[in-house]
C-alpha cells in the first residue's frame, strides 16, 4: 500500500451516508421540533432562542415565511410560560452570585446572555432591597474560593493584602465590600 491509498477505493460510510441525504425542505414543524428540542436541554433566553432557529433556519434552507414562523414560536413560548427572561436571569443571577460574582459582573453576563436591561435592572434591584448583604456575601465566596485574605497563611496576608484588594476590584466589587471580605484590618493611607 502506498502513501495516500485507503484501505479501499470507496468512500466511508459515513462519507457516503451524509452525500446520500439531502436537507429536508425547511418547514415551521421543523422550526417547533427543533426549538422544543433546544429548550428539553437548555433554559434560555427569547434573544438566545430567536438566533438558534435563525440559525438553524440558515442552516436548513432559506424559507420566505422562516422569520415570520420564529416570531410567532417566540411569543407563543413567552406567552405559556415555557420561555420567560426573568426566571433565566433570576436563575443565572443566583447560581453567579453563589460563585462569588460582583453585581457588575452578574450584570454583564446576564446582559450578553440577552436578558433586556428592565429585566437585569429590576432584579439587581430586588436582590439589594431584599438582601442588602448578598454583594458582601458574593465577595466572601470569592475571597474563600481564591484563598484571599484571611484564607492565606498570617504572615502573607500584610504581603498580599494590595493584591487581593486588587483582584477584588477586578471583579466588580466596591473597595469597601472588598475591605470587608478580606477581614477587619484598619484602611491604611496605601488603600485609599
Known amino acids: 500500500m502506498t502513501f495516500g491509498e485507503g484501505r479501499s477505493k470507496r468512500p466511508s460510510r459515513k462519507k457516503a451516508r ?11 414543524q421543523h422550526l417547533e421540533q427543533a426549538a422544543l428540542s433546544y429548550l428539553n436541554r437548555f ?49 443565572l443571577s443566583s447560581q453567579l452570585a453563589a460563585r462569588g460574582k460582583s453585581a457588575r459582573v452578574i450584570s454583564q453576563k446576564l446582559s450578553a446572555r440577552g436578558v433586556p436591561g428592565e429585566v437585569t435592572h429590576d432584579l439587581l434591584m430586588t ?35 494590595q493584591k487581593d484588594l486588587a483582584s477584588l476590584a477586578r471583579q466588580g466589587f466596591s473597595f469597601d465590600v472588598a475591605r470587608q471580605a478580606l477581614g477587619s484590618q484598619a484602611a491604611t493611607d496605601d488603600e485609599l
Open 18 to 28: 451524509a452525500e446520500k441525504q439531502e436537507p429536508a425542505a425547511l418547514t415551521r
Open 127 to 161: 436582590r439589594k432591597q431584599e438582601d442588602p448583604g448578598a454583594e458582601l456575601e458574593a465577595a466572601r465566596a470569592y475571597v474563600r474560593k481564591r484563598r484571599l485574605g484571611p484564607h492565606r497563611t498570617p504572615e502573607k496576608r500584610d504581603e498580599y493584602r
Open 43 to 91: 433554559d434560555c433566553t427569547a434573544s438566545k432562542l430567536t438566533r438558534k432557529l435563525a440559525l438553524f433556519a440558515k442552516k436548513a434552507g432559506e424559507h420566505a415565511d422562516a422569520a415570520q414562523w420564529i416570531t410567532e414560536l417566540i411569543d407563543r413560548y413567552q406567552k405559556s410560560g415555557v420561555l420567560d427572561d426573568s426566571r433565566f436571569a433570576r436563575n
